[in-house]
């Protein structure tokens, strides 16, 4: 059973810093890799989608980065500013199904 | 739609009264999703609809729960004789079928079940 793990839980960084929120899977079996983005009391935002086969998307200031052999992700934020404050999730889509396990979640907090 | 619409956004019931939840998807995404999100256990797959027919249910916690999609369109989650552990916020998300597994699935803000 594929299991999702964020590290750290929480973080906090002054406004204007690049910071790294780690993910990582027991499956490498994996079809894709998505990060998403959740506000307080709202849905879920889709930011990013790695498929297995790439190693990497970018979108504006996020990058993400897929490692499937080590069962890693990386989301990157550059430049960070108080509105990017959100907790962000990374889901695994297992390879013979069309459900993402999801982690709990990193909640990040950016001080102005 | 713009978006995927769940209505209503909250709902407070007692314990033991059945419950329906409703998913409007964005239009033109054949492929919807239900999931759960609890404090302790975070964010829970329960129920992948293709059209109207449910190939994955596997994250259905019991038989108390059950959804159906007409229409291709809207989707209903019921739970029958609601308990307090099926308090939480209901998530519903959607996509296009065409290569559904990397398409991303967009997401409703929720329906916040509480059971007294």
């Known amino acids: 059973k594929q299991e999702v793990t964020q590290i750290p839980a929480a973080l906090s960084v002054p406004e204007g810093e690049n910071l790294v929120l780690n993910c990582s899977f027991t499956?490498?079996?994996?079809?894709?890799l998505q990060w998403f983005r959740q506000d307080p009391g709202k849905g879920l935002t889709s930011l990013l989608l790695?498929?297995?086969?790439?190693r990497e998307q970018t979108s504006g200031r996020l990058n993400a980065s897929l490692d499937k052999s080590s069962g890693r992700s990386t989301l990157y934020i550059a430049a960070s500013q108080p509105g990017d404050s959100a907790t962000y999730l990374c889901?695994?889509?297992?390879?013979?199904?069309?459900?993402?396990?999801f982690g709990k979640g990193t909640k990040l907090s950016v001080i102005p | 739609g713009a978006g995927v619409s769940q209505s209503p956004s909250n709902k407070v019931t007692e314990k033991g009264k059945d419950v329906e939840l409703r998913c409007d998807p964005i239009?033109?995404?054949?492929?919807l999703y239900w999931y759960r999100q609890s404090l302790g256990q975070g964010l829970e797959f329960l129920i992948y609809?293709?059209?109207?027919?449910?190939?994955?249910k596997s994250g259905l916690p019991s038989d108390r729960f059950s959804a159906e999609r007409t229409g291709g369109s809207v989707s209903t989650l019921t739970i029958q004789r609601t308990q307090q552990e099926d308090s939480a916020v209901y998530l519903c998300?959607?996509?296009?079928?065409?290569?559904?597994?990397?398409?991303?699935?967009?997401f409703g803000d929720g329906t916040r079940l509480s059971i007294l």
């Open positions: 239009s033109g995404h054949t492929a």
């Open positions: 998300a959607s996509s296009w079928e065409q290569g559904a597994r990397n398409q991303p699935q967009h």
């Open positions: 609809f293709q059209g109207n027919s449910a190939p994955d």
């Open positions: 499956d490498s079996a994996i079809y894709n």
């Open positions: 889901a695994a889509s297992g390879a013979g199904s069309y459900q993402l396990t």
């Open positions: 790695i498929q297995s086969s790439q």
